[in-house]
C-alpha cells in the first residue's frame, strides 16, 4: 500500500505556523521579566512601608505629647509665624495653635531627617529642615510645611543612625530592559521613607493622620545642593485667571492648575508623578485664618502642555481635599501610603 507524501506546500505552511507560535513564546520572557521586575519593586516597597509602620509604633510617633516627640514641635516653632505672639508672650498656650483658633487642623510636619540633614532650616540649622513648599504667591506668602527629625533620629544623628531606621537595605536594581545588574544585591539604600503628619482637628490631640512617602533614588548624602531643598522639590503657583484665582487645587475637583511663571521653568510633569498641596498660609487677617492643607496627590494625566503663559493643567486621581495654592513635586517619590486617621494609644 503506497502512502502520499507531504508536499513542500504543506511543510512550508506547518513551520510558518510554527515560527509564530515560537515568536510569540519569545515575546512572552522580556514581559514576564519586566513584570517580574515590577512585582519585586512593589515588594519592597510594601516591605519599606511595613518597616516605617514599625517606626511609627516603635517610637510613639502619633503621641503628641512633647517628651516624646519635641522634635515636631520644634520644627513648628522654627517656621516664623506659625505661633503669633508666643514667643513675646510666653503665657499664651502652644496647643499647636496658630494665630487663630478658626484654624480647624493643626499645621502638618513633614518628618524627614535625611532631608533635614541635606537642607537645613536657614532660620534654625540645628533643629529642623528647610520647610516643604516655602515660596511667595500673589495671596501671600506660603510658609510650607514644616520639615523635622523625630525621636528616633533627634538633631545630630549619625548618618548610620539615619540610614537604619529610615532606608531599606540591600536593593535589587533592574536595567530598562528587565534584567538585573552584574551584582543583583546592591547596598545603596536606593528606597528611603518620610513621613507626613498632621492633626486634622486641633482640639483632638490624640488624633493623628500619618502618610508613610516612599522614595526611590533620592540623594542620602553630600554636601547640600545650592537652592536647598527647591533643587529635589520643584514648586508652583496657580494661575491667577478665573476660576483658578491662584489656586493649584479647587475643592473636589480632579483637575489642578500649575503656574511655572515662564515655559523655560517648566518641569517635564508625568503620569505618575506625586504632587503635594504644601498650602500653609493665611488668607484672611480680619479675622484670621489659616489654610494647612499637607495632602498628596498622584498624576494620572497630563492635559496640557505649559502654553506661552507657563500655564499647565494636570488630572489627580482624586478630588482635592481643599483648595491649595501652592504644589510641590518632590522628586524620587514612588509611592505613598496613607494610614488614615489613628489614635493614641493604639
Known amino acids: 500500500m503506497h502512502r502520499r507524501g507531504l508536499s513542500i506546500t504543506e511543510v512550508l505552511i506547518a513551520i ?120 511667595g504667591t500673589p495671596v501671600g506668602m506660603n510658609l510650607g510645611i514644616p520639615r523635622s527629625y523625630c525621636s528616633a533620629t533627634p538633631p545630630g544623628s549619625s548618618r548610620e543612625l539615619l540610614y537604619r531606621w529610615f532606608t531599606l537595605e540591600d536593593e535589587i536594581t533592574f536595567v530598562p530592559s528587565g534584567l538585573p545588574v552584574n551584582n543583583p544585591v546592591e547596598r545603596q539604600r536606593r528606597i528611603s521613607w518620610a513621613f507626613l503628619w498632621r492633626r486634622p482637628v486641633w482640639r483632638d490631640p490624640a488624633v493623628a493622620e500619618v502618610s508613610v512617602v516612599v522614595y526611590s533614588g533620592r540623594q542620602l548624602a553630600g554636601a547640600p545642593l545650592p537652592g536647598g531643598s527647591a533643587t529635589q522639590e520643584f514648586r508652583c503657583g496657580g494661575p491667577a485667571a478665573a476660576p483658578y484665582n491662584h489656586r493649584c487645587f479647587v475643592a473636589g475637583s480632579r483637575i489642578a492648575s500649575l503656574n511655572w511663571g515662564n515655559p523655560a521653568n517648566a518641569q517635564a510633569v508625568r503620569p505618575g508623578y506625586w504632587v503635594l498641596d504644601a498650602t500653609v498660609m493665611p488668607i484672611s487677617n480680619n479675622p484670621p485664618v489659616w489654610i494647612t492643607n499637607g495632602f498628596f496627590y498622584r498624576v494620572v494625566n497630563v492635559l496640557s502642555e505649559p502654553d506661552a503663559n507657563g500655564i499647565q493643567l494636570i488630572e489627580l486621581d482624586r478630588p482635592a481635599r481643599a483648595d491649595g495654592y501652592v504644589a510641590v513635586f518632590p522628586l524620587g517619590i514612588v509611592d505613598v501610603i496613607e494610614k488614615s486617621d489613628g489614635r493614641w494609644p493604639f
Not at 76 to 83: E, F, Q, S
Not at 97 to 110: E, I
Request: with cysteine; net charge negative; proline share 12%.
Open 16 to 135: 510558518f505556523l510554527m515560527a509564530i507560535g515560537m515568536i510569540s513564546l519569545l515575546a512572552l520572557f522580556p514581559i514576564g521579566m519586566l513584570r517580574m521586575a515590577d512585582s519585586i519593586r512593589a515588594n519592597r516597597i510594601g516591605q519599606a512601608a511595613a518597616n516605617a509602620q514599625s517606626l511609627i509604633e516603635l517610637y510613639s510617633l502619633r503621641d503628641p505629647n512633647p517628651r516624646k516627640n519635641p522634635e515636631i514641635e520644634q520644627a513648628i516653632r522654627d517656621t516664623p509665624g506659625l505661633y503669633g505672639d508666643h514667643d513675646n508672650n510666653p503665657t499664651t498656650p502652644l496647643n499647636y495653635m496658630f494665630l487663630s483658633s478658626q484654624v480647624p487642623a493643626t499645621c502638618p510636619v513633614l518628618i524627614d531627617p535625611i532631608g533635614c540633614s541635606l537642607w537645613p532650616n536657614p532660620t534654625a540649622p540645628l533643629s529642623s529642615g528647610d520647610p516643604v513648599g516655602r515660596m
